[in-house]
């Protein structure tokens, strides 16, 4: 089943001081971001933790991640007071020695192992100063894998306290199409969903989950330490082409191969479950149960067989039967009066199973042996070579077996060895009160079998992953990558071949299935060559011996160095260069230059005109840079030398033009820059400039594929969010510039305190008391904003906004989106919108939509989706602001910001 499911699980974050939990008072997470972008199946996450040590003293704090067993990681950088230290994969002998060799000079050293082969925990820890911050990012990848017709990204999340800027933000691609995305898991609670938003689109889909600290420490799985929990993402593609769906990139490509409505094929199975004494207790009930399950789900046309072992062997019937009522019936019988006893001998009872299987020969079926047992053999063959050598010779490829391991006192590498052997995975049952229904979900992805001897062949293709697969079940999926030789595309042909029943079947679609996607992202498909490559590299070096499985391990570990994949052959290491402390890189190093972003500036021209001191005093005033005509950069507001010489004669249209479009002034000597700013190409055109430019909003729909889309004039100021049970309103100022978004956005909360935002950063000003400007990032008791390298994060009380910074021909602008929707009714604002309802109700001669009981003629049309990072273009149902808001425009328009 190594096609089977897929599950990341992430098991967020573990900082410690010494061997307790330390006070909050002595670090804090002030971020902890949790970001995974999944295209073509292939998952790479990027967690993110930044921790300030809150003592007088330096600090030991130790990051600990427990991460998918089928991801790798293949990056870990610390950043240390401006400084970046990089983790190195390496063979795991050398890591260690340089780990040993790191703690014996008194480094704090990271060191990422594999725990046997699951790849399960990362850990490190480093020192930080006194009152000083460390910022540690971690990456891994995955090849999502497909179970019962979805893939799952699981994220499970425990930051060890609640924290301010805690976010996942979760991005999916599938040139496929996306058939459905659906959003579970245990922080899916009625607690949380305000914080959960999704989007999708045709081929996209988006899912962000920003839960304020409140909620952190209120939610099922939440307390005083944050939350404890996880987030499962679950989703499929279309399928509309029969032979798959393959994308190319730089001479590289990987093939889903899923084809549905195919015809199920009748199969073979034979049970052989463990009842020796070690399964006493709640193992051995929990296998009743699952058995009886399954045995109910079998289909008529389907022959089973059932068998039980300890030191011997019990059988329900000697040979295979039609899974008649009546046989079920008395099977489940059987199951019942299962009882623990005795010793176990798997030899026996794995070729006895096979000689069932082998006996009971039947055209168009599909056969399948499977092994649930807890332990090792402790009698008859108990060498575990020899017990390989028997099963593989007894099944020589007919059938597949799958093993179950019950537990953790069963040898999971003798079990898995002999599956992959036989075509088969191995699967670990884990001891809980699920564990009937882990056996059940097992069976489940088995028990449709759909084709046989599937074959994949890639003419003009080479250094191909495995082609070759007994059975294709219903649900999963295989996937081959490769190679395409020379790069040349024109002359790859796939080309799938399988049996399916008594049919033998080719598929063959080139046109259809070979879509190249050569862009710089696209390298991925190269990644998912090597990752599947060093998986299958892995698998085969486990179940070599000798020179061939020296062969299989080297290779391994060349591609594990290549593509920097911790792997239970490497490991990486993160060690502080000799010679660094981290306590003295207090200013720059000779030529070494500071790079301060200005908030914002004031240009004059390059005379320096009496006329124009005031500007000077203004940028003074503010601490701004000023730039002089001829500097590189164009600013926003730029007074040049011929507007100041030509200011007498100008005025007039200044105002005029102000007036008109009810803009306010900058005057020298303002307390504050303000949106408006009058330029020189507006004094030029101030009477004919009455053009009016729109910008396009979009309005999600409940239950309908597409959203609604109206306009609003720019340069208008739009009321965003009022709160008032927070005493937070939120409003913007729309460029003047066609589809963009906003200049600038202002914040007014509690206690007469005043937030704005531009591209820039942030001023705040209090009261009617100085403005000042914090730089990007500002956390105060009632809110809290971080900038980032393209947004803004903002956390007022129950309220999550992020403000995305965009780039349209060179020229930034703002766009507000609601990540956690207030839980006041009376929230109100063009953020604060719920999803429109309606239904069509006409399609021609012109289109119409009833929403509430009235019917508006609509326009098919388009709008850019400024609230992804990375915006898409939509479709959309174009009316008017009115219809689409159902209210006045002017109830979400603001006087000012």
């Given amino acids: 089943m190594e096609r089977g499911v897929v599950q990341i699980t992430l098991i967020g974050l573990l900082l410690s001081l010494g061997t307790t939990l330390p006070n909050k008072d002595d670090w804090d997470i002030y971020s902890f971001h949790i970001n995974s972008t999944v295209s073509s199946r292939y998952a790479t996450t990027v967690i993110t933790s930044r921790v300030a040590n809150r003592m007088n003293e330096s ?14 990681i293949s990056k ?61 990012e971690l990456t891994y990848e995955e090849l999502l894998k497909r179970r019962l017709g979805k893939y799952e990204l699981q994220i499970h999340a425990r930051p060890m306290q609640p924290v301010k800027d805690f976010k996942i933000d979760v991005y999916i691609h599938e040139e496929a199409g996306i058939n459905f995305i659906d959003v579970k898991g245990g922080l899916r609670t009625k607690a949380l969903a305000n914080a959960i938003t999704k989007t999708q689109t045709e081929t996209q889909a988006w899912v962000y989950f920003y839960p304020t600290e409140a909620q952190q420490r209120t939610c099922d799985s939440c307390g005083e330490q944050g939350m404890n929990g996880d987030l499962v993402i679950v989703y499929d593609v279309k399928r509309d082409v029969a032979s798959g769906d393959i994308k190319t990139s730089y001479g590289y490509f990987v093939h889903h191969f899923a084809p549905s409505s195919l015809p199920r094929i009748p199969k073979n199975v034979v049970f052989v479950i463990d009842q020796s004494g070690s399964m006493h207790g709640r193992k051995i009930e929990q296998t009743r149960i699952a058995l009886i399950h399954i045995l109910n789900d079998l289909a008529e046309d389907d022959y089973f067989g059932l068998i039980t072992f300890d030191g011997n062997i019990f059988h329900w019937k000697r040979e295979l039967v039609q899974a008649s009522k009546t046989n079920v019936n008395s099977a489940k019988e059987f199951a019942r009066g299962i009882s623990d006893m005795g010793a176990t001998d798997i030899n026996k009872a794995v070729l006895e199973g096979a000689r069932m299987l082998n006996a009971h020969p039947r055209e168009s079926s599909a056969s399948i042996l499977i092994l649930l047992t807890d332990g090792d053999p402790t009698t008859g063959e108990t060498n575990l070579e020899t017990i390989h050598s028997n099963v593989r010779r007894a099944i020589a490829d007919k059938f597949p077996l799958y093993c179950l391991g019950f537990g953790f006192d069963v040898s999971f590498e003798f079990l898995e060895k002999m599956s992959l052997q036989n075509n088969g995975v191995a699967r670990r049952i884990y001891e809980d009160s699920d564990a009937d229904l882990q056996l059940k979900g097992f069976y489940e992805e088995v028990a449709t079998p759909l084709l046989t001897n599937v074959t994949m062949m890639y003419t003009g293709g080479t250094n191909l992953t495995q082609t070759h697969f007994s059975q294709y079940y219903n649900g999963s999926e295989i996937v081959v990558a490769g190679q395409i030789t020379k790069n040349d595309i024109e002359t790859f042909t796939p080309e799938v071949v399988a049996v399916s029943g008594t049919q033998r079947l080719r598929f063959l679609d080139t046109n259809a299935t070979v879509a190249s996607t050569g862009t710089v992202t696209n390298r991925r498909i190269q990644r998912v060559w090597a990752y599947l490559t060093v998986k299958q590299l892995l698998e085969k070096e486990l179940q070599l011996s000798g020179p061939e499985k020296a062969k299989m391990k080297k290779e391994a570990l060349e591609l594990s160095l290549k593509y920097s994949f911790v792997t239970p052959l490497t490991s990486m290491v993160v060690t502080k260069p000799p010679g660094e402390n981290t306590d003295v890189l207090h200013k720059p190093k000779e030529g070494e230059t500071n790079h301060f972003q200005p908030g914002g500036a004031v240009a004059v021209g390059q005379d320096q005109n009496p006329g124009i001191a005031d500007f000077y005093d203004y940028a003074d005033y ?48 303002d307390a504050r820059p303000v949106a408006g700013v009058i330029e020189k190409d507006q004094v030029q055109h101030a009477k004919e400039a009455a053009v009016i430019v729109f910008h396009r909003f979009l309005l999600k729909a409940e239950n309908q594929s597409l959203p609604l889309c109206f306009d609003v004039p720019g340069n208008t100021y739009i009321k965003l969010l009022h709160h008032p049970s927070e005493e937070l309103s939120v409003n913007g100022l729309l460029d003047s510039v066609a589809n963009r978004g906003f ?54 009380g129950d309220t999550r906004m992020v403000i995305l910074v965009h780039e349209k021909d060179g020229n930034k602008f703002l766009w507000p989106v609601l990540r956690q929707r207030p839980s006041d009714d009376r929230v109100d604002g063009i953020l604060a919108l719920k999803a429109a309802v309606y239904e069509e109700v006409q399609q021609s001669p012109s289109t119409k939509l009833k929403i509430r009981d009235q019917e508006i003629d609509v326009t098919r049309s388009s709008a850019v989706d400024y609230s992804i990072s990375i915006p898409p273009t939509l479709d959309c149902w174009f009316m008017s602001a009115e219809s689409a808001l159902q209210r006045r425009l002017n109830d979400f328009t603001a006087a000012q910001l």
């Fill in 76 to 136: 870990f950088t610390m950043f240390i007071d401006g400084q970046v230290y990089d983790g190195v994969v390496k063979a795991k002998e050398e890591a260690q020695q340089q780990y040993t060799k790191a703690v014996s000079r008194g480094q704090s050293a990271g060191l990422v192992s594999s725990v046997g082969r699951t790849l399960e925990e990362f850990k490190t820890s480093v020192t930080v100063a006194a009152h000083k911050k460390v910022t540690f």
């Fill in 59 to 72: 600090k030991e704090i130790e990051f600990q991640v427990r991460i998918p067993k089928n991801a790798f």
């Fill in 622 to 669: 503010h601490d701004l840079p000023v730039l002089h005509a001829g500097d590189a950069r164009p600013v926003a507001g730029v007074i040049e030398k011929d507007q100041v010489q030509h200011a007498k004669e100008a005025a007039a249209d200044f105002y005029d033009y102000a007036d008109y479009h009810d803009l306010p002034v900058l005057h020298a000597g």
């Fill in 743 to 796: 200049k600038i956005i202002g914040i007014h909360f509690k206690n007469n305190q005043y937030i704005e935002i531009d591209t820039n950063g942030i001023n705040v000003q209090a009261g009617q008391g100085v403005t000042r400007n914090p730089g990007r990032d500002l956390v105060t008791a009632d809110i809290t904003v971080l900038g980032r390298d393209k947004e803004f994060d903002v956390a007022v």
